[in-house]
């Protein structure tokens, strides 16, 4: 088994345009190795749910294709899987790999980003929040994401 963690970043409002929004950045480090690119939470909360090929990780600017790649995931019984990293435009295979996090490691990281979330819309209750600059909205989806945290393995 491999050893997941993540480190939570808030680039708060520098610019005038990010006055009702809030931008955030999640680093996924595995074994001690920190992961190229920023985690897309709102694909992370679709990965965890069914395997698959998804656009896990995108450009510290919110924008998938600058930068970012596909990962193709695996849930097991006891694991979630990640295999491989693919270009984010023609899905060509860019670095092979193979993690096996523990159920446990997935439910923690999962716990830490809606409480983030969580904290952060209590904060800035009118702030858009997104993963990156321009990503999604994440605000309107806490509740969504705290259902699927509960139904983890
Ligand atoms: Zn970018």
New binding site residues.
């Given amino acids: 088994m491999d050893t997941m963690t993540i480190t939570l970043y808030p680039e708060v409002g520098s610019s005038a345009y990010l006055d009702d929004s809030t931008a955030i950045a999640i680093i996924v480090t595995i074994n001690a190795h920190e992961l190229p690119d920023i985690l897309d939470v709102d694909e992370f909360f679709k990965a965890v749910q069914k395997s698959g090929r998804f656009p896990l990780f995108t ?5 998938f ?4 790649y596909y990962v193709n995931v695996v849930c097991t019984v006891t694991a979630w899987v990640l295999r491989n990293r693919y270009h984010p435009h023609n899905e060509q295979l860019m670095e092979e790999f193979e993690y096996h996090i523990p159920w446990q490691q997935v439910r923690t990281a999962a716990q830490e980003i809606v409480h983030y979330l969580q904290a952060l819309h209590v904060q800035y209750p009118h702030h858009e929040i997104s993963a ?1 600059v321009v990503g999604l909205n994440l605000a309107s989806h806490i509740a969504n994401y705290d259902e699927i945290l509960s139904s983890l393995p």
């Fill in positions: 450009c510290g600017c919110g924008h294709g600058c930068s970012g990156g």
